[in-house]
T-cell receptor
């Protein structure tokens, strides 16, 4: 069974631009969560989608948004990029909602904002 | 406040020696506790979890963790470390109040030959 895939793996953008990251969960998994990983802040929860509905959202500004499609694939969008948005963005999927279920992580998308 | 603390930024162990990576948590209600490992340029991999039941949980690659409710700890252990265990280890707790997984800052494990 294929793992979680994320595209693109690397991305370079300039301030003010917007970016869309994509995540394909493991087949059959209905929950997709997104995390931001930085050296200073560590791993921070962005949001979780389950059956196309946003289940929860972390403490990030409205510039960060996401969606989930009927095939469980998910996209994350960041508008008006800032230098501080440079990070590794990780997507994780689980069979059911991410509570007591283990999550399976993708390799991440490394975003650099210049 | 819901939180996870990993008090050591780095743990150094000689190959063949036992290792412990510490984790304490603060969460209201019953905790769901997890350990994940991250190798360079990779995503996180699930090692083990505690939901309920036996306080000693066994996981992947020979790792185990002990849930201690009175000390609110969930330390990761392995009887004999391997050089290939060198990686970044994250403890996490699911907070029902916030409905999300909260990660510790991570502990870098370095196993020396």
């Amino acid at each position: 069974k294929a793992g979680v895939t994320q595209t693109p793996r690397y991305l370079i953008k300039t301030r003010g631009q917007q970016v869309t990251l994509s995540c394909s969960p493991i087949s059959g998994h209905r929950s997709v969560s997104w995390y931001q990983q930085t050296p200073g802040q560590g791993l921070q929860f962005l949001f979780e989608y389950f059956s196309e509905t946003q289940r929860n959202k972390g403490n990030f500004p409205g510039r960060f948004s996401g969606r989930q499609f009927s095939n469980s694939r998910s996209e994350m969008n960041v508008s008006t990029l800032e230098l501080g948005d440079s990070a590794l963005y990780l997507c994780a999927s689980s069979l059911q909602v991410a509570s007591y279920n283990e999550q399976f992580f993708g390799p991440g998308t490394r975003l650099t904002v210049l | 406040a819901q939180s996870v603390a990993q008090p050591e930024d780095q743990v150094n162990v000689a190959e063949g020696n036992p290792l412990t990576v510490k984790c304490t948590y603060s969460v209201s209600g019953n905790p769901y506790l997890f350990w994940y490992v991250q190798y360079p340029n990779r995503g996180l991999q699930f090692l083990l979890k505690y939901i309920t039941g036996d306080n000693l949980v066994k996981g992947s690659y020979g790792f185990e963790a002990e849930f201690n409710k009175s000390q609110t700890s969930f330390h990761l252990k392995k009887p004999s470390a391997l050089v290939s265990d060198s990686a970044l280890y994250f403890c996490a707790v699911f907070s029902g109040g916030y409905n999300k997984l909260i990660f510790g800052a991570g502990t870098r494990l370095a196993v020396h030959p």
